[in-house]
């Protein structure tokens, strides 16, 4: 069975300082893409960050970036000078491609992490 | 572009009442899913489609839940009746065919009394 495990249900950080996000997920298969999205208050589920599982290079938008470990499953997200717009909770999650077609799959999510930046 | 639409954001119901959920996918995107958000989980999938036709109905409670993409664009959720136990979000999302990022809307908030 496909799991996302995030360990972490609550986190707060002061505006301007970086805070980690872990996310461990349990699959068998080789071919996988990881995500963290990000929902806010107004429940809009917003996609913040895409990692290709045979890519071996962290993937990086503006202040957020990843630390993916394949072999160890792990996948955190890690996020540089924090704003107070990016209060939210913090969703990991992954898809696995449909066999021989490749097309897509559903999504397996974590149980999020709460994030509260404060000033 | 615009994104995902859903309507309505917000439905109370009495049990034992239908209701409907509304979704507007992306333009251009063939996929379509229907996820429920249970109060402090993550989504779990529902139904997805690829244009009109369901391919993956697996956790669709089908007793009372049913869904429809009659022309491969727009799509409805339908729960009838609904149990005390439906109350909470419901998301939709959609996707270019054959590509692995999904882009959801804001989701319908269902409270059942």
Redesign the interface.
Known sequence: AQT?TQSQPEMSVQEAETVTLSCTYDTSENNY?L?W?KQPP??????VI?QEAYKQQNATENRFSVNFQKAAKSFSLKISDSQLGDTAMY?C?F?I?EPFT??????T????TRLQVTL | EAGVVQSPRYKIIEKKQPVAFWCNPISGHN?L?W?LQNL??????LI?Y?NEEAV?DSQLPKDRFSAERLKGVDSTLKIQPAELGDSA?Y?C?S?I???????????T?LTVL
Not at chain 1, 42 to 47: A, D, K, P, W
Not at chain 1, 102 to 107: D, E, P, V
């Open positions: 996302v893409y995500f999205y107004s429940r809009q589920m917003i996609l895409r969703f999650a898809i491609p490749g097309t897509a799959s559903k999504l999510f974590g149980t999020g | 996929t899913y996820y402090g989980q993550g989504p779990e999938l997805r690829e993956d979000v998301l999302a996707s065919q054959g590509a692995h990022t999904q882009y959801f809307g804001p989701g908030r």
